[in-house]
T-cell receptor, first 112, second 114 residues
Framework: DGGITQSPKYLFRKEGQNVTLSCEQN?????MYWYRQDPGQGLRLIYY???????QKGDIAEGYSVSREKKESFPLTVTSAQKNPTAFYLC???????????FGPGTRLTVL | GQSLEQPSEVTAVEGAIVQINCTYQ??????LSWYQQHDGGAPTFLSY??LDGLEETGRFSSFLSRSDSYGYLLLQELQMKDSASYFC?????WGGGGSYIPTFGRGTSLIVHP
């Protein structure tokens, strides 16, 4: 079955540590996205990538970094520079000229 | 800046019809989408409107008026499983490479009572 996987589902880290969230898709989509969702809030765009080896900052990129070395993979690193990293992180992808964004199950990150 | 407004919460009873409104102010507009998200889950796509008018998909319909910067999602024959958050999202930026960048609203929590 085609889809997007994110791991792990729950992640706990100590303050000051960098952490990398995994996102893999087998939908053959070119575009991939990372969103952050806080309780009672909408989805805010962190980074997006339209093609391998290229990515762009979204609306709240500070304290985050990404890479896109393979079409299938778009990992997100939450660095110690992110002031309030506890949140639900969602990865998404979309095919060229398609209307729908497909979302992964999300990773809930808690920084202690 | 970009802004999307939708009610924070809507309640209704099983079998009823409910309408969730979305008004937007964005610098660009390429279309309006709706997504459903159950607690702790991933958003799933419901509908998309690029042109004015009504799009119907089963029990769900979505409407767009570009001149009014307004759209709505209509849910008919409500079921308990429809209890979820509903997000409108405006495609307001072109990301290049054939894909748009959406801006999401804060979401409307729909509570369906028996």
């Amino acid at each position: 079955d085609g889809g997007i996987t994110q791991s792990p589902k729950y992640l706990f880290r100590k303050e000051g540590q960098n952490v990398t969230l995994s996102c893999e898709q087998n939908l053959n989509h070119d575009a991939m996205y990372w969103y952050r969702q806080d309780p009672g809030q909408g989805l805010r765009l962190i980074y997006y990538s339209q093609i391998v080896n290229d990515f762009q900052k979204g609306d709240i990129a500070e304290g985050y970094s990404v890479s896109r070395e393979k079409k299938e993979s778009f990992p997100l690193t939450v660095t110690s520079a992110q002031k309030n990293p506890t949140a639900f992180y969602l990865c998404a992808s979309t095919g060229s000229m398609e209307n729908e964004q497909f979302f992964g199950p999300g990773t809930r990150l808690t920084v202690l | 800046g970009q802004s999307l407004e939708q009610p924070s919460e809507v309640t209704a009873v099983e079998g009823a019809i409910v309408q969730i409104n979305c008004t937007y102010q964005t610098s660009g507009f390429y279309g309006l989408s709706w997504y459903q998200q159950h607690d702790g889950g991933a958003p799933t796509f419901l509908s998309y409107n690029a042109l004015d008018g009504l799009e119907e998909t089963g029990r769900f319909s979505s409407f767009l008026s570009r001149s009014d910067s307004y759209g709505y999602l209509l849910l008919q024959e409500l079921q308990m499983k429809d209890s979820a958050s509903y997000f409108c999202a405006v495609r307001d930026r072109w990301g290049g490479g054939g894909s748009y960048i959406p801006t999401f609203g804060r979401g409307t929590s729909l509570i369906v009572h028996p």
